[in-house]
């Protein structure tokens, strides 16, 4: 059985719901955590995917769907509290707080933060970081510098399983390492997150000749998108947890019996990126529209389309894992290859004596 150290997974990762009053201060409480990471989309209307974080500050904007440089707008996100975070709306700018529109809001935690110089190639950049090695998790702020090799510590003390990249001041792709997508140092693999497109081998992304992702740093390429010269770009790095998180690989049946998809936990949010074909980012949580399987409302992360509500991706949560519910090639194409992200809502079982066996929905 699946033991995990995280009791109340909860306190790291929770999707948080609310909607939207027009106000001029409009405070989401109920979140569980002082969020480091906050990812909202409107369920309601074509609005960009808006990602903020704590390490580039509040008021700092990037899109998960567009190349778009980070934009300031301390008409959106302007605080992020112990309970949740803070909004504001002015004028036109109410796409994270329209009045009665709904939105969704998924929120992860880091919080010992520091800063230091980057290694390997090239000249070293300051970066900055928040980081929770509990939960696996670190935000990083670096600057780049053009050079391949260039590595980028990552604070987790274990090998990151995947990483987000954005370039911040150029708009290029938005590039993401899963260790699932990678094939060899010739062909390293990459996705975009801003793209329905297959894995791509650029070696340029992560390394130009040989790839370096070990507990301490991963590297860099000569890539705009991950490492121009003197430009300021983020990077969010990810490792398994036991109970909490899971970043894995499975192949599609074609059916509407689908694959089952072990995590060892009960999923609250699941996304997942076809690797050998076109696909959607199809991502989906515990918390729309209700308690009950199947879950059938979905998000594209590379579209600003609002919330889809068909059955294109059916899933049953279950308590050790999910389980694909429609034959849809997003996510179920006969022989294709799925990679995926999940986090937990509760531990199959947590450490002993500190929790109780999960339940299905």
């Not at 509407?256 to 199809?282: I, L, N």
């Not at 919330?307 to 899933?315: V, Y």
Request: charged share 15%; aromatic share 14%; hydrophobic share 30%.
């Amino acid at each position: 059985m699946a033991y995990s150290s995280i009791v109340k997974p909860s306190v790291y990762f929770n999707t948080r719901l609310y909607t939207g009053n027009g106000s001029t201060q409009h405070s989401i409480t109920g979140v569980g955590l002082q969020p480091d990471l906050t990812w909202i989309k409107s369920r309601s209307d074509n609005y960009n995917h808006f990602l903020f974080d704590a390490v580039r500050g509040v008021g700092k904007q990037i899109y998960s769907n567009a190349t778009s440089v980070e934009a300031t707008n301390m008409n959106n996100l302007y605080a992020f509290n112990a309970d949740g975070f803070s909004l504001a709306q002015s004028g036109n700018d109410d796409v994270t707080n329209k009045n009665n529109s709904n939105f969704v809001s998924w929120n992860w935690k880091a919080g010992t933060t520091g800063s230091g110089t980057t290694t390997g190639s090239g000249t070293g950049k300051a970066y900055t970081y928040s980081v929770n090695t509990t939960a696996g998790f670190s935000i990083i702020g670096y600057k780049g510098n053009g050079t391949a090799g260039h590595t980028i510590p990552h604070h987790l003390g274990v090998t990151p399983d995947t990483i987000i990249v954005k370039n911040r001041d150029y708009a290029r792709n938005w590039s993401v390492y899963h260790k699932n997508a990678f094939t060899s140092q010739a062909a390293p693999g990459v996705l975009y997150l801003n793209t329905t497109a297959a894995k791509a081998n650029d070696t340029n992304v992560w390394g130009n000749s040989s790839v370096t992702i070990n507990s301490t740093v991963f590297s860099l390429g000569d890539y705009e998108g991950t490492n121009r010269n003197d430009d300021d770009l983020v990077a969010y790095c990810f490792a398994e947890k036991k109970g909490y998180s899971k970043f894995g690989i499975y192949t599609g049946n074609g059916n509407a019996d689908g694959p089952f998809v072990y995590t060892g936990f009960k999923p609250a949010f699941v996304m997942t990126k076809r690797t050998d074909g076109t696909s959607d980012w199809a991502m989906m949580d515990n918390k729309r529209p209700n308690e009950f399987n199947v879950v059938q409302n979905y998000f594209k992360a590379q579209s600003s389309d609002a919330e889809q509500t068909d059955d294109s991706f059916n899933i049953d949560i279950l308590s050790n894992g999910w389980k694909a519910r429609y034959n849809n090639g997003n996510y179920n194409a006969d022989g294709g290859s799925y990679v995926y992200w999940a986090f937990a809502e509760e531990p199959l079982v947590a450490n002993v004596g500190a929790g109780v066996p999960a339940t299905a929905r």
